[in-house]
């Protein structure tokens, strides 16, 4: 029981260190184009790609992109 705990969190860690990555690496991106979307790294951000992976990171930008319409 105890390793399905500690799966869990490092399966959540994982996802979040990528979904970190992947917005600094997109803010990057879209900061050369001269878009100005970003998200900000935060502990809102973090825990959604942590619990998410990559779609949490899509969502975040969904958002952003729902807001400027």
């Known amino acids: 029981m105890e390793k399905e ?6 399966n959540f860690i994982i996802r979040a260190v990528i979904g970190i ?9 879209l900061s050369y184009r001269q878009i100005e979307i970003a998200v900000g790294i935060n502990p809102v951000s973090v825990l959604l ?3 998410l992976g990559a ?5 975040l930008y969904g958002i952003l992109v729902y807001q400027i319409l």
């Not at 705990?5 to 490092?10: Q, R, T």
């Not at 990555?21 to 991106?29: A, D, H, M, T, V």
């Not at 779609?55 to 969502?59: E, M, R, S, T």
């Open 55 to 59: 779609p949490g990171v899509a969502l």
């Open 5 to 10: 705990h500690s799966g869990f969190i490092i």
């Open 21 to 29: 990555g992947l917005i600094f690496f997109i803010n990057e991106y």
């Open 49 to 51: 790609s942590g619990f």
